[in-house]
């Protein structure tokens, strides 16, 4: 069970894959239109959340993260460009699919929070800084995104936004909260170095809360989009233009801010990657399945695509930028 936890956390995008193409034959020979999938949907929201924030720590955000430029320009580009390129992308590409189109507001409105960190793990960028931004950019989700929301994607969606401010805090809080308290009594009881230990494996446990909300609510549309196949192009063209033209100005904005590699990958990484397990949450419960079935892409195409920025794009964007390595190695 532990190496299957470990293999879901390395090879995400594979499993959604998987999923998604089982819902959709599932979709397509039982007939699951008319079921009721919230209540499966709340559970597995917490699922997803409840193992994320046991392993968010929290508290080290008072000692982390000095580079008030970098988080400025970072939380600039997570909520408010991304909103604006989402809200382009929505009523030019996606025009007459309302669905379709709040998903991708959805997209620019809920930037990532835990998973900048193993990003930036992995991009050999500044971790400190990318723990500080993605706990305060949590926190932030429940004030700026539902009025984000509002504001981009109302005309496509009817919604309350107290209704989403009340539901975003209860998904937030809850598990933070019970979150918290669980990493107090792990580590009271069993130590640091066994929280450490076991803590490689929230994220698998994170992932099943994921697999289940994209099965159920990709089965309930299927039989609807197989006879519209346009949605999957649609759903493609949107997120790539939306990832292409948020990578363009974010990698401006960190050379004109003279952000080296370390930094600069940050605020790259902030500006296209936003959250799977919040904003698939919040679809599954509040919105339409055919909105869900947009978002299950997501994953999948994020993953690539972060994956080519650090791997493909990773050494020409350290020599664009600069290192603090090869800045600290020049004589004076």
């Known amino acids: 069970m532990k190496k299957l936890l470990l293999h879901m956390k390395k090879r995400l995008y594979l499993y959604v894959a998987v999923d998604f193409v089982v819902a959709l034959l599932f979709g397509l020979y039982f007939n699951v239109q008319q079921m009721n999938i919230k209540p499966i949907s709340i559970a597995a929201v917490f699922i997803m959340l409840y193992p994320m924030l046991t392993g968010m720590i929290i508290e080290k955000v008072k000692k982390a993260g000095r580079n008030f430029k970098l988080i400025l320009a970072t939380f600039t580009f997570a909520y408010f460009i991304a909103s604006i390129t989402a809200f382009i992308v929505s009523r030019t590409l996606l025009q007459g699919y309302p669905d379709i189109a709040f998903a991708m507001v959805m997209v620019g409105a809920i930037p990532c929070s835990n998973m900048l960190i193993g990003w930036s793990g992995i991009a050999d960028a500044s971790v400190e800084d990318a723990l500080v931004i ?51 009594m792990i580590i009271k009881k069993k130590g640091m170095p066994y929280f450490m230990e076991i803590k490689k494996y929230f994220p698998g446990v994170s992932a099943i809360g994921i697999l289940l909300i994209v099965f159920f609510s990709v089965a309930k549309v299927a039989r609807i989009v197989m ?27 960190a050379k004109l801010l003279k952000l080296k590699y370390e930094q600069g990958m940050i605020l790259l990484l902030g500006a296209t990657a936003s959250s799977q397990a919040i904003s698939l949450s919040i679809a599954a419960t509040m919105f339409s399945a055919l909105t869900v079935f947009a978002l299950s892409f997501k994953p999948i195409l994020q993953v690539l695509y972060i994956m080519f920025l650090i791997y493909g794009a990773g050494p020409w964007l350290k020599k664009f930028l600069g290192t603090k390595e090869a800045r600290r190695g020049k004589p004076s």
């Open 134 to 184: 993605a706990v305060l950019g949590l926190l932030l989700i429940p004030v700026f995104s539902p009025v984000i929301l509002k504001l981009s994607g109302g005309v496509f969606v009817s919604f309350s936004i107290e209704t989403l401010i009340l539901v975003l805090l209860a998904y937030i809080l809850i598990p933070l909260f019970f979150g918290l308290w669980t990493r107090h």
């Open 227 to 253: 006879t519209q196949p346009i949605v999957f192009v649609l759903v493609l063209v949107g997120l790539f233009t939306y990832y292409l033209i948020q990578t363009f100005l974010s990698l401006m904005a």
